[in-house]
Nanobody, 120 residues
């Protein structure tokens, strides 16, 4: 299973970006998708999560500005980021808890990270 993240870039404060992360390979379904971010010298932090039932959860720092949603037909998760702040600058990573096939357990996979820079 591979997770391919994309959509990062440079944006001005107050701007928007949409990240996407697609799971490919042997995927029966994805239980939970999550987005995390990390800046140099800091631990990776959870930004948002969405379950298979579309239950979502957000870090307090992004509530009201970020929206996570998924397209199960494409095994893809998105992170819509609005009203971006310089403090949102980080490498963003997606993570998927994947059921590979009937009768198998679930396994976790990380994407490669995509850089988001918020600066004027």
């Amino acid at each position: 299973v591979q997770l391919q993240a994309s959509g990062g870039g440079l944006v001005q404060p107050g701007g928007s970006l949409r990240l996407s992360c697609a799971a490919s390979g042997t995927v029966l379904y994805v239980n939970t998708f999550t987005w995390h971010r990390q800046t140099p010298g800091k631990q990776r932090e959870l930004v948002a999560s969405v379950t298979g039932s579309d239950f979502t959860n957000y870090a307090d720092s992004v509530k009201g500005r970020f929206t996570i949603f998924r397209d199960d037909a494409k095994n893809t998760v998105y992170l819509q980021m609005n009203n971006l702040e310089p403090e949102d600058t980080a490498v963003y990573y997606c993570y998927a808890d994947v059921k590979l096939q009937v009768g198998s357990g679930s396994y976790g996979f990380w994407g490669q990270g995509t850089l988001v820079t918020v600066s004027s």
